[in-house]
């Protein structure tokens, strides 16, 4: 991909230009790995993280090299949706989206996903987000770059609707919103209470519906950490909380957007793990029986 610099004013580093003008790189994190990778050239010579760009530089985004995944990987994978353009997948908790190793979810999908006869189809499916390593639920990825370029887009104008499942310490009835910046940016989470149980140990359990409407880093996770309801069994917020239960209590159960090209809204969903209720009622008897 080329494209030619204009129309930009002050200093803007290449990271940061290629992340916008580039949507099939898709976030800052990316473009920044292509440029560290030596795909990305400003005027004819390999370009660095640090560089800044200026009207009239030419940027060219060459295509990285076709990864060669030896042998299966061993992960079994739900799809809950597919086409020509799109593949949306049930990520199990544990494993990363993407990322400079074997065992993500792009390279399971690129197993086991059927093949896009589109003539822009890319090599593999390419997730258009991310969800945390610990967190199981839906992800979107593309098979052709067009669908990526648009999805893109959708994300950064909030035009995705993104919905989870969480199990918290503490009693959280009713709904409301968490409007705290996170990193100097304004950040808004929507919560609305599913139940409420007792608890021996923690005083009482709930089960939150989570209305992602900015996607910072962590951001569900902070949240609700800094309103007094840490996640249960989210080790890296805990501090000196006493962890209960064996893995993140986190999922994204809910995506609802525009099919990239036949514009036809598109609503998905999924239960919550079964261990999200189990682990209600378990502590519910406890106190009971306490």
Do not use: W
């Amino acid at each position: 991909m080329r494209l030619k610099v204009k129309k930009i004013q002050g200093d803007i580093r290449l990271t940061d230009y290629c992340a916008k003008h580039f949507p099939i790189l898709g976030s800052r994190s990316a473009a920044k790995k292509a440029i560290n990778s030596g795909n990305v050239f400003v005027n004819n010579r390999r370009s660095f993280e640090t560089d800044l760009v200026s009207n009239g530089d030419v940027i060219v985004l060459k295509k990285p090299k076709k990864k060669t995944i030896k042998g299966d990987i061993p992960i079994d994978v739900d799809i809950i949706f597919q086409d020509e353009y799109l593949v949306v997948a049930n990520k199990p908790a544990g494993i990363a989206v993407n990322g400079n190793r074997k065992k993500t979810l792009e390279n399971i999908i690129a197993q086991i996903a059927t093949k896009s006869d589109q003539v822009d189809a890319l090599d593999q499916p390419i997730a258009a987000h991310r969800i945390d390593v610990p967190t199981k639920g839906l992800v979107i990825l593309a098979k052709t770059k067009s669908a990526l370029i648009t999805i893109n887009k959708a994300f950064q104008n909030n035009q995705v609707q993104k919905f989870y499942v969480a199990v918290v310490h503490g009693k959280l009835s009713g709904e409301g919103r968490i409007e705290s910046p996170i990193n100097g940016k304004s950040a808004i989470t929507a919560y609305n209470s599913l139940a409420v149980v007792p608890s021996k140990v923690f005083g009482h359990l709930s089960m939150l519906r989570l209305a992602l409407i900015t996607g910072r880093t962590h951001q569900l996770r902070i949240h609700l950490k800094e309103k007094g309801h840490l996640i249960v069994g989210d080790k890296q917020y805990a501090e000196q909380r006493t962890i209960l239960g064996k893995g993140l209590f986190l999922c994204s159960c809910e995506l609802s957007f525009k099919h990239p090209k036949t514009q036809k809204e598109i609503s998905l969903k999924i239960d919550p793990p079964k261990r999200f209720e189990r682990l209600l009622k378990r502590e519910e008897n406890r106190f009971e029986n306490k």
